[in-house]
Structure formats: C-alpha cells, structure tokens
C-alpha cells in the first residue's frame, strides 16, 4: 500500500457510495437484477459495519433515485423491500452498542406509507445516539433537494420572515437535507461509470472522487481502505494554492 498510515488516523469525516453495479454483477452470473440487488444489500451492511468499526463519522449511500421510478416495477419492489428488511434488522437490533445512527434523505412522500412509518421510526431510534451516522439517499436527486431547499426559502421570503438578500450559500445549505452535516471530502463509485448521477451534487463542490472498477456486490472492505488510501495522497485546495 502506498500510504502506510495506520487506517483510523486522517480518515475523511464523510464518505459518499454511489453502490453501483448490482445489475450487471447479477447478469454476469445469468441471475435476474434482483439477485444482485439482495447481494449489493449485503455489501451495504458489512461496509457500514466496517465503517462504523473504523470511526467513520458519516457514510452517505445512493440507494435509489428520483430517475429509478422508470425501473420495472418488480425490480423497485424488490429494492423497497430490501429496504424494508434492513430497517427491520436495525430496529430489532435497536439496543445494539454499535451506535450507528440511520437517516434517510430524500422525498418520502413518495414512499409506500409502511416504509415512511418504518424511517420514522428508525430515525427516531438514532436520536440519542453519537455513532456512525448512515445517509440512505431514498427517492434522492440532487436537483430535486436544491429544487426543495429554493422553495422552502421562497416560503420563507412570502412570509416576511428572510429578506432575498439574506440568501446565500449557508442559508440554502441549510435548507438541504444534509443540514448540520460536513460535505462528502470522499465520493466512491464502483463500477467503472465515472459521473455523479445527480448524487449530492451541491455537497460535492469540493469532493474527492475516487472511481474503482468493481461492481457493488464485490465491494470490500479492502475497496474501502484503498479509496481512503487514494484520497489521502490528493492535495486539497478548495480554490486555494
Ligand atoms: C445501482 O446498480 C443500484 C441501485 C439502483 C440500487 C441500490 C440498492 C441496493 C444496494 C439494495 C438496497 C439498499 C439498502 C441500503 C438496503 P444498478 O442496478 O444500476 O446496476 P447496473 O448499472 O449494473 O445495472
């Protein structure tokens, strides 16, 4: 490895994962999507277990996104379904001392009314906890949230209660899902695809992306230590010299 440094010293403070792959790693074996996305699932768990090993303090995951509704409609089931099936697991584990936290970002209102429950409930579970806090991007789109957050401000002017001038890029970052988090210092992508897909795209001004020829269901924890490794030799600037 090039950089020696023992893992938990210098991590990133927010890891972004677009989990990329599953459908073609299902094809590859001649198994329908589904498979590859039950697979990725797995993959998600043992990352964020890994993560939260590590002292990782945010992890973002893209886990479906506002352009996903054109799937066929088995195949968004399944993935709802999945979802379901890991928040069961968490709330069932709820007394676990991992302390990871899960939050859930994105338009819920879109979202079957037992799966809006259930992310009310788990994210009402993490509320005293100071671990790991997991972002699962549901129903996201970057364009969307900000589309969201320019609303929210318009209210807002409507009402007297802000002037136009008082917007500025604090007061919309505010007004975004991930408010009160730090920006993604660190977005992986798996599967060879080197674009964004309208992934934290006002968070990721600054990002380092790391782009790793795996599909999701083979990720490891080895991918993990490799992209922090890569990201550790970049020099960040933020527009400085
Ligand atoms: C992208 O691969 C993956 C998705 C759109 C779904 C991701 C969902 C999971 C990993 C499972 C559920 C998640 C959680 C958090 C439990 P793709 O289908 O676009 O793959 P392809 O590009 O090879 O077709």
Same mark, same amino acid.
């Given at each position: 490895?090039?950089?020696?440094?023992?893992?938990?010293?210098?991590?990133?403070?927010?890891?972004?994962?677009?989990?990329?792959?599953?459908?073609?790693?299902?094809?590859?074996?001649?198994?329908?999507?589904?498979?590859?996305?039950?697979?990725?699932?797995?993959?998600?768990?043992?990352?964020?277990?890994?993560?939260?090993? %590590? @002292?990782? *303090?945010?992890? &973002? /995951?893209?886990?479906?996104?506002?352009?996903?509704?054109? !799937? =066929?409609?088995? +195949?968004?089931?399944?993935?709802?379904?999945?979802?379901?099936?890991?928040?069961?697991?968490?709330?069932?584990?709820?007394?676990?001392?991992?302390?990871?936290?899960?939050?859930?970002?994105?338009?819920?209102?879109?979202?079957?009314?037992?799966?809006?429950?259930?992310?009310?409930?788990?994210?009402?579970?993490?509320?005293?906890?100071?671990?790991?806090?997991?972002?699962?991007?549901?129903?996201?789109?970057?364009?969307?949230?900000?589309?969201?957050?320019?609303?929210?401000?318009?209210?807002?002017?409507?009402?007297?209660?802000?002037?136009?001038?008082?917007?500025?890029?604090?007061? %919309? @970052?505010? *007004?975004?899902? &991930? /408010?009160?988090?730090?920006?993604?210092?660190?977005?992986? !992508? =798996?599967?060879? +695809?080197?674009?964004?897909?309208?992934?934290?795209?006002?968070?990721?001004?600054?990002?380092?992306?790391?782009?790793?020829?795996?599909?999701?269901?083979?990720?490891?924890?080895?991918?993990?230590?490799?992209?922090?490794?890569?990201?550790?030799?970049?020099?960040?600037?933020?527009?400085?010299?």
């Amino acid at each position: 490895m090039a950089n020696n440094q023992p893992l938990q010293t210098d991590l990133p403070e927010h890891i972004g994962i677009i989990m990329d792959g599953n459908g073609r790693w299902a094809k590859k074996r001649g198994l329908p999507r589904n498979y590859g996305h039950r697979e990725g699932a797995k993959t998600f768990r043992k990352i964020v277990e890994y993560c939260s090993k %590590i @002292g990782l *303090h945010y992890l &973002t /995951v893209y886990a479906f996104s506002t352009e996903n509704w054109k !799937r =066929p409609k088995d +195949e968004i089931d399944s993935i709802m379904e999945l979802l379901e099936q890991y928040i069961d697991d968490a709330f069932a584990h709820r007394n676990k001392d991992d302390n990871v936290r899960t939050k859930f970002i994105g338009d819920m209102s879109a979202l079957s009314p037992v799966l809006q429950e259930k992310i009310a409930r788990i994210e009402k579970v993490g509320e005293g906890k100071q671990g790991l806090l997991v972002n699962v991007a549901l129903n996201y789109g970057g364009r969307n949230e900000i589309v969201h957050a320019v609303k929210q401000l318009g209210e807002k002017i409507k009402s007297g209660e802000i002037s136009p001038d008082q917007i500025d890029e604090q007061s %919309i @970052g505010n *007004h975004l899902y &991930t /408010v009160g988090q730090p920006d993604p210092d660190l977005i992986i !992508r =798996p599967s060879g +695809e080197e674009r964004l897909s309208n992934f934290l795209i006002w968070q990721a001004a600054y990002s380092e992306f790391v782009f790793m020829d795996v599909l999701w269901p083979d990720f490891t924890s080895d991918h993990l230590d490799q992209a922090i490794y890569t990201f550790r030799q970049r020099n960040r600037r933020f527009g400085g010299v």
